[in-house]
């Protein structure tokens, strides 16, 4: 059974802190990681993808990952009210042609103005 | 371009009735995938179609079936429902050249 894991929260952080968000995965297999942003009735809305070890950077968003470790985490600098949503962490699993995302249950992030 | 797009938005049935579900990938995109997510949980996969040819199944019961048009659209088919199978329904697409899933607006159905 391939398993993703992710703390579900409630994480609470002040305006302009930085938001640390983590998630470990079973499959040493995978070689692909996403983050998605789900805000509270929308559709995931995907933030970053990584495939190598070490860190990613888009803006204020840091991808994070560690195959020897088998953990990836998402930091969020000088986080924003707007910020507040559910966070998403998927590994992808390819089998047989397929292409699956195996998604943690979400962490939901709240940040305080 | 325009995203993703599914139909309908919400839906109400009672159960044992079928329902259909319809997803548009966005454009030049050749795989479609199906997830249900439901409340306080992460997306499930349900089934993968490329190039109208089923890739893969997720651990669904056979009420769930689903198709790929040759315009790369897609239909998922929800028979005999139950209470359970009340969920946020989300279509995802995916370019041939990368493996990244981009998701639609999803179909809220929800079974009395």
């Known amino acids: 059974q391939k398993e993703v894991e992710q703390n579900s929260g409630p994480l609470s952080v002040p305006e302009g802190a930085i938001a640390s968000l983590n998630c470990t995965y079973s499959d040493r297999g995978s070689q692909s990681f996403f983050w998605y942003r789900q805000y509270s009735g929308k559709s995931p809305e995907l933030i970053m993808f990584i495939y190598s070890n070490g860190d990613k950077e888009d803006g204020r968003f840091t991808a994070q990952l560690n195959k020897a470790s088998q953990y990836v985490s998402l930091l969020i600098r000088d986080s924003q009210p707007s910020d507040s949503a559910t966070y998403l962490c998927?590994?992808?699993?390819?089998?047989?042609?397929?292409?699956?995302?195996?998604f943690g249950q979400g962490t939901r992030l709240t940040i305080n103005p | 371009d325009a995203g993703v797009t599914q139909s309908p938005t919400h839906l109400i049935k009672t159960r044992g009735q079928h329902v259909t579900l319809r997803c548009s990938p966005i454009?030049?995109?050749?795989?479609v995938s199906w997830y249900q997510q439901v409340l306080g949980q992460g997306p499930q996969f349900i089934f993968q179609?490329?190039?109208?040819?089923?890739?893969g199944r997720g651990n669904f019961p056979d009420r769930f079936s689903a198709r790929q048009f040759p315009n790369y659209s897609s239909e998922l088919n929800v028979n005999a429902l139950l209470l359970g199978d009340s969920a946020l329904y989300l279509c995802?697409?995916?370019?041939?050249?990368?493996?990244?899933?981009?998701f639609g607006p999803g179909t809220r159905l929800t079974v009395l």
């Open positions: 998927a590994a992808l699993y390819i089998h047989q042609g397929a292409q699956k995302l195996v």
């Open positions: 454009s030049g995109h050749k795989s």
């Open positions: 179609y490329y190039e109208k040819e089923e890739r």
């Open positions: 995802a697409s995916s370019s041939p050249n990368t493996d990244t899933q981009y």
